[in-house]
């Protein structure tokens, strides 16, 4: 009997460095706009001593700048499925280096305002086209190459944090947004540039292991579907839980009193604050990756009971020892570690249920989760308010960890066999189950 591998094209050694030439060219437009989310906490109080507006109405510029961000990634998505990500990629490009030089020279919050709506476009345009491109191109590796383009974003600030910090305290913020704007919109749009859509025949159609739909869904047929509704679920409540306890780490770090005890990890020495958010960061970005590439070997569904289980027994580990320094460094590291997943996870299944023509505005559209989940994250202060503990904040953060890992596993693992196989000849869907615990 013939093996699956029999039925899937090979790509010719030019495609295959083509395939790398756009994911790389995809990693790098995502590092150029990592700043726009994770160098603006430099900024604030520059602002603030400049104008006295008050940090939390400066604040609201960033909040502006992440609604932005999200929620119009479906609707850029539609406009990249339709005329392809180059021109797209360009004009984002162009709206990050607007925005920044917007806000080098606001003289009022409503143009603050104005730079956080128009950046968030831009870095909307720039997220959702290459994690969509990278589903486009790698559908034999989906896991690794959509980890890999998440991680640039999460990580891409770390080249560019420190020299951001010299050029504000050396010759103004104004001049930082103006000459980083400038360099980081000339970035995205020289990367934009190399970005270009699949031709049939660039790519293999899927990976021997793999179980994939075998059509294009419309954003209008995915939205039609249990399975979509089913990961927006999914994805909102790991999205919540896990923004809840992190978004928490500064405040419980002050009330058990670790914040700033020194502590030697590694073979270096510093607060324990500072500590957990550095190491936060670094294992938030190799997470991504990881556990995507695991999910190309071991299955999705798999991974994500695997990944989401540590997290709710990360979260229990950081709230039980949160009063000794090093173990609060350490767990909440496990803690970023399991969570950050969610975004090579998620796309990564997108593809593979909902097919490739449409993936940028599929994967768009389940993205909004990550909105949604960032409405809900305040009703942990209210939790915390009511109650006067933590408890409930990080009780709530495990349930939804825990519920995500069993949805993983015993739903949405039986609902996508039975999804494939209903797109299967009878002699594939034969060859299907022998391979039902490789899940893509």
Known sequence: MSTASSSIPTTSQ???????????????????????????TLFVNPIDSK????????????????????WLVPFEGYL????????????????????????????????LYAGGFIGGAGAGIVYGTSI??????????????????????????????????????????ETAFLSFGIAQGLVVI???????????GDVPDTAPMMQQSKRDFTPFEMLGTLAFWLMYLMMTMLAMGGLMATAQLGPIATDYKVAKIPISLFGLTMAALPFALSLD??????????????????????????????????????ISFAHVPVLFVVFSGLVFFAWGEIYSLFPAMSGDLFGRKFATTNYGLLYTAKGTASLL?????????????WMPIFAVAIAFDWIGAVLALFVLKPLRIRWVSDQLGAHETVAAVGASSQPP
Request: hydrophobic residues 55%; aromatic residues 10%.
């Open 377 to 389: 994250v305040p009703l942990g202060n209210v939790l915390q308010t009511a109650t006067g503990s």
């Open 132 to 173: 969509g491109n990278a589903l486009k191109w790698f559908p034999d590796r989906r896991g690794l190459a959509a980890g890999l383009t998440a991680a640039a974003f999460g990580a891409g600030s770390a080249l560019t944090i420190v020299p951001i910090a010299n050029v504000i305290n050396n010759r103004g913020y």
């Open 190 to 200: 020289l990367c934009g540039l190399l970005l270009r859509a699949p031709r049939p």
């Open 14 to 40: 030019a495609t295959a460095r083509s395939r790398w030439i756009q994911l790389v060219a995809g990693i790098i437009a995502m590092v150029a706009i990592a700043n726009l989310q994770y160098a603006w």
């Open 51 to 70: 104008f006295h507006w008050g940090k939390a109405n400066i604040q609201i510029a960033f909040t502006i700048f992440v609604l932005a961000e999200t």
């Open 80 to 111: 990249v499925d339709l005329f392809g990500p180059r021109v797209l990629v360009a004009i984002g490009g162009c709206l990050v280096g607007v925005a920044w030089w917007i806000n080098a020279g606001a003289s009022s919050l409503f143009a």
């Open 281 to 318: 960061r670094i294992l938030n970005g190799l997470t991504r990756p990881f556990f995507g590439w695991i999910s190309d070997h071991i299955g999705r569904e798999n991974t994500m009971f695997i990944a989401f289980g540590l997290e709710g027994v990360g979260i229990l580990l950081l």
